[in-house]
């Protein structure tokens, strides 16, 4: 079992940032990915954006990868999510995930989840 502990959530205005942590702990091993989902009220839940763990692969949706940039510290089993020039369109709940040797941005194949943490961006 991975367990996943997402913080860094939180209101911010149009324009702004936030950078999400993710921590994991557990039988680590168990996952070679981890990345991030979205999900706004009345949506599916979205991937965002994904990383190797311990290399150097990462990948984006489409739409965000000129905003958002994923980051690791292997060392403290950590992922991070910057995120720039919040729009109201990225309100959501934010997910942070684990899964196997799949490079793909789809929920079907996260086998671990966090709780989340809620970005708002309002004026």
């Known amino acids: 079992q991975v367990q996943l502990v997402e913080s860094g959530g939180g209101s911010v205005q149009p324009g702004g940032s936030l950078r999400l942590s993710c921590a994991a702990s557990g039988y680590t091993d168990s996952a070679t990915h981890m990345g991030w989902f979205r999900q706004a009220p009345g949506k599916e839940r979205e991937g965002v954006a994904a990383i190797e763990i311990g290399g150097a692969a990462a990948y984006y949706a489409d739409s965000l990868k000129a905003r958002f940039i994923i980051s690791q510290n292997n060392a403290k089993n950590t992922v991070y999510l910057q995120m720039i020039s919040l729009m109201p369109e990225d309100t959501a709940m934010y997910y942070c995930?684990?899964?196997?040797?799949?490079?793909?941005?789809?929920?079907?194949?996260?086998?671990?989840w966090g709780q989340g943490t809620q970005v708002t961006v309002s004026s």
């Open positions: 995930a684990a899964w196997g040797p799949i490079f793909s941005l789809s929920p079907a194949y996260v086998r671990y």
